[in-house]
Structure formats: structure tokens, C-alpha cells
């Protein structure tokens, strides 16, 4: 499975847009990249799923270059709601499903 | 509808004592996922289940720890002989079904378990 980089913590401000980016130079041909959302004493919830160029869905942006080494999750003005932690994940759509986490990004939202 | 519930939502046992951690999917999903967290790190992949059977459990980090599934719905997890290693928020997560076509897994809200 590919490696995923991504920024520890990153600071916000409410009304803000906010660009996540992960990178995944390894990643392979059949892999997709998903992006979940972990807010504190919770599970983690599904945001976004792509494979190249853009998705965009009600909550989230995901662009993905041509290279697909890199994408980023982008989130149109934040709201303190979330904060939270925001993890990039990158694996084979058709696998068995089991979710391989890093530490993910630590958002901070403030007013 | 319902999403998938935890019981109990906190644990504390004592260093060596036995656990069950029980884990109600939606209704309808076939996989069963189990993923143990600790603080600062993201969730940690310990056994999956298709239907009542075991896919995967190769995140199972030792012989002291079992889950079974045995209806295809509900789902434990056994800790034997805890540790205070064991320390951890256990997620549970199912999904429509496992393998082919991504489907999305949904968590529950976990349980945290003290060993002390």
C-alpha cells in the first residue's frame, strides 16, 4: 500500500478556506484516494473518494494533479465545527477494505 | 437509521483481568471491521469479518486477543490477560460488504479501554 505524507496540525480561522494536502508518490495504478474526518470521542466518518482531477461532494473538494504523487483535500469556508483530525488514505478500491491510517492533520478552527 | 453502536463506551479493568468489547453493526452490512486507536495516532486495523467468518485478522497483535461474529451481525472482541499496553479506544466499523466495489466503512463511536 502507498505511503501517505501529510501535515501534522494546521491552523484556521472560521470563514477560511482550507487546503490539505497529502502526498503519495508511490501510488499505484489502481488505488484510489480517500480522505476520513475524525472529530474528538467519535469514529472516523468518510469525506471524499477520487481517483484523478476533481471530485467535489457537499462537504469537500479532493483535486488530484495528473501525476496522482499528491492530492488535496480542500474544505470551502471552515466553521469551528471542524476541527478536527483528517486523514489521507490510499489503496486499491477493489482490496478487502481494511482502512490503513497514518496520523493524519489536526485542524484548529478558531473564531 | 441507526449507526453502529459500542458497549460499554468506557471499560477500566485491572492488569490481567479478561474483557469483552461488543460491537451491533447497521443492520444489513455483511463486513465488520475492528480497529484499535491510540492517542495521537490514527486507527489501527486488527481483524475484518466477512459474514460470520474471519477474512482477516492479521492486525491481531498476539494470541491474547479473539473476536467472533457468530450470526453474522453482532461482533466481540476478547482481550485475554489485558495489559496495561492495551490502553486504547477499540473502533468497530461495518460496511455494505467487503472486497469488490469500494464501500464506505461507517465507525462507531468506540470504547476506551483503561488497563490499570
Known amino acids: 500500500l502507498a505511503k501517505t505524507t501529510q501535515p501534522i496540525s494546521m491552523d484556521s480561522y472560521e470563514g477560511q478556506e482550507v487546503n490539505i494536502t497529502c502526498s503519495h508518490n508511490n501510488i499505484a495504478t489502481n488505488d484510489y484516494i480517500t480522505w476520513y474526518q475524525q472529530f474528538p470521542s467519535q469514529g472516523p466518518r468518510f469525506i471524499i473518494q477520487g481517483y484523478k482531477t476533481k471530485v467535489t461532494n457537499e462537504v469537500a473538494s479532493l483535486f488530484i494533479p495528473a501525476d496522482r504523487k499528491s492530492s488535496t483535500l480542500s474544505l470551502p469556508r471552515v466553521s469551528l465545527s471542524d476541527t478536527a483530525v483528517y486523514y489521507c488514505?490510499?489503496?486499491?478500491?477493489?482490496?478487502?477494505?481494511?482502512?490503513?491510517f497514518g496520523k493524519g492533520t489536526k485542524l484548529s478552527v478558531k473564531p | 437509521g441507526a449507526g453502529v453502536s459500542q458497549t460499554p463506551s468506557n471499560k477500566v479493568t485491572e492488569k490481567g483481568k479478561y474483557v469483552e468489547l461488543r460491537c451491533d453493526p447497521i443492520?444489513?452490512?455483511?463486513?465488520l471491521y475492528w480497529y484499535r486507536q491510540s492517542l495521537g495516532q490514527g486507527p489501527e486495523f486488527l481483524i475484518y469479518?466477512?459474514?460470520?467468518?474471519?477474512?482477516?485478522d492479521s492486525g491481531l497483535p498476539n494470541d491474547r486477543f479473539f473476536a467472533v461474529r457468530p450470526e453474522g451481525s453482532v461482533s466481540t472482541l476478547k482481550i485475554q490477560r489485558t495489559e496495561r499496553g492495551d490502553s486504547a479506544v477499540y473502533l468497530c466499523?461495518?460496511?455494505?460488504?467487503?472486497?469488490?466495489?469500494?464501500?464506505?466503512?461507517?465507525f462507531g463511536p468506540g470504547t476506551r479501554l483503561t488497563v490499570l
Open positions: 488514505l490510499v489503496g486499491d478500491r477493489g482490496s478487502q477494505g481494511n482502512l490503513i
Open positions: 466499523a461495518s460496511s455494505l460488504r467487503g472486497g469488490g466495489e469500494y464501500n464506505e466503512q461507517f
Open positions: 469479518f466477512q459474514g460470520t467468518g474471519a477474512a482477516d
Open positions: 443492520s444489513g452490512h455483511t463486513a
